[in-house]
């Protein structure tokens, strides 16, 4: 058996005793198609994505939360860190603000 085959088998095991998110959970492009819940998406609820991820982008709202975002990573890493792993979390923070940035930006320009 494969170490991927291991690995699969493994996660599927236990995946009912935690909250696991696999790939067929999430929203992803592959091969020039968007797929999301195992599944690939239609036309129209592409469509509806790419608007939605634009007006996302241009909420204010939006644009205050990713400061708000920075601003306690910065907080965290710069000022109230006492040990590496306050600095890495922190950077966590930048990281996952990155991952949503990237999707959005993914989504709305197709």
Do not use: C
Not at 28 to 34: L, S, V
Not at 49 to 72: D, G, N, S, T
Request: glycine share 4%; hydrophobic share 40%.
């Amino acid at each position: 058996m494969t170490l991927e085959k291991k690995h699969k088998v493994l996660t599927d095991t236990v995946a009912h005793h935690f909250n696991t998110v696999g790939e067929n959970d999430i929203l992803r492009f592959e091969r020039g198609k968007w797929f999301a819940e195992g599944r690939e998406l239609s036309e129209a609820e592409i469509k509806q994505f790419r608007e939605e991820a634009e007006l996302i982008l241009k909420l204010p709202l939006w644009k205050l939360l990713e400061r708000e975002i920075q601003y306690q990573a910065n907080q965290t890493m710069f000022f109230k860190s006492q040990t590496e792993t306050d600095i890495l979390a922190g950077k966590l923070l930048l990281y996952y603000l990155d991952i949503l940035k990237t999707r959005l930006h993914k989504l709305s320009t197709g």
